[in-house]
């Protein structure tokens, strides 16, 4: 059955550092793999997702995310964080129409 | 167009009783999956319907049941509460079984349970 990792369950940046969240995947066929958000006191929200087609994804809020087959990583990349991306995230992958998620990075940035 | 609405949005219970949620999906959606967050566990699934059918169930005892309506408006129900039942219950509602291929998930905000 298909599992996602999230490196790192706490994650702290300063204000217009990079981000960089960490996801592997494993699946028995070709993932379909997604990064969703979380927002306190709210449900979830999609971010971005990877299809098959171009490996680099683009998403909401200037966030974007690598396919790496070779590594079988799926990372969550913003260049410059803002306070408003303080949240929860969640990595998620899709087999057979069965999604399973990361248990998700909290991330905190500071001013 | 409307959201996934789950109500009540907050509950208070004591051991032993029971509590029953709803999820409204969004129109035109007829699958709704359930899940459960805990800051311990994160989030696990609890089980998914599709046009009335239980599609999906996760490690849950029989205690969570469920069952979706001709309407696509679901509920979950948790009979004899434990403490560790205390968790925000969350309800996400898509076209296609699982989201389908897109994998898109739109989720409501959550019922947040306490038991006491």
């Known amino acids: 059955a298909q599992s996602v990792t999230q490196l790192g369950s706490h994650v702290s940046v300063s204000e217009g550092a990079l981000v960089l969240l960490r996801c592997n995947y494993s699946s028995s066929v070709p993932p379909y793999l997604f990064w969703y958000v979380q927002y306190p006191n709210q449900g979830l929200q999609l971010l971005l997702k990877?299809?098959?087609?171009?490996?680099l994804v683009k998403g909401i809020n200037g966030f974007e995310a690598e396919f790496k087959k070779s590594e079988t990583s799926f990372h969550l990349t913003k260049p410059s964080a803002h306070m408003s991306d303080a949240a929860e995230y969640f990595c998620a992958v899709s087999e057979y129409n069965d999604m399973r998620f990361g248990a998700g990075t909290r991330l905190t940035v500071k001013p | 167009k409307a959201g996934v609405t789950q109500t009540p949005r907050y509950l208070i219970k004591t051991r032993g009783q029971q509590v029953t949620l709803s999820c409204s999906p969004i129109?035109?959606?007829?699958?709704v999956s359930w899940y459960q967050q805990t800051p311990g566990q994160g989030l696990q699934f609890l089980f998914e319907?599709?046009?009335?059918?239980?599609?999906n169930k996760g490690n849950f005892p029989g205690r969570f049941s469920g069952r979706q309506f001709s309407n696509s408006r679901s509920e979950m129900n948790v009979s004899t509460l434990e403490l560790g039942d205390s968790a925000l219950y969350l309800c996400?509602?898509?076209?296609?079984?699982?989201?389908?291929?897109?994998?898109?998930?739109?989720f409501g905000e959550g019922s947040r349970l306490t038991v006491l």
């Open positions: 990877y299809t098959s087609a171009a490996t």
């Open positions: 319907y599709f046009s009335e059918t239980q599609r």
């Open positions: 996400a509602s898509s076209l296609r079984a699982s989201g389908g291929a897109t994998g898109e998930l739109f």
């Open positions: 129109s035109g959606h007829r699958s």
